[in-house]
């Protein structure tokens, strides 16, 4: 079992920045990958950025924008984002996949862009 607890969430104005963080505890040895996804009302969770030894991957609305990292201090997925835009309002949620296909999600941060 793995737990997650995001937070870092808020109210910014387009073109400003936050960091997410999502603290895990558990059984963080049996972490093959992570991801942050997000949910806006109305419309469907969507994969914004996911990392794993071999590989990070972003969504194209995201690229160049947003970073997703692995703190190994500190044992927790961080989401650095910047140039926020409206567009980028929704529930943040982490998302860790163990060794054996097992996903974990955290309860989700809320993220708004506006002025």
């Known amino acids: 079992q793995v737990q997650l607890v995001e ?10 920045s936050l960091r997410l ?3 895990a505890s ?8 992570s991801a942050w996804y997000r949910q806006a009302p109305g419309k ?6 996911y990392t794993d030894e071999r590989s990070t ?6 690229k160049g924008r947003f970073t997703i990292s692995w703190n190994n201090v500190k044992d927790s997925i961080n989401l650095q984002m910047t140039n ?3 567009e980028d309002t929704a529930t943040y949620l982490c998302m860790v996949r163990s060794v054996n296909g097992y996903d974990f ?9 506006s002025s």
């Open 7 to 16: 937070s870092g969430g808020g109210l910014v104005q387009p073109g400003g």
């Open 21 to 23: 963080s999502c603290a």
């Open 26 to 33: 558990g059984s963080i040895f049996a972490i093959f990958s």
């Open 44 to 49: 469907q969770r969507e994969l914004v950025a």
């Open 57 to 62: 991957k972003y969504a194209d609305s995201v």
């Open 84 to 86: 926020l835009r409206p």
């Open 105 to 113: 999600w955290g309860q989700g941060t809320q993220v708004t862009v």
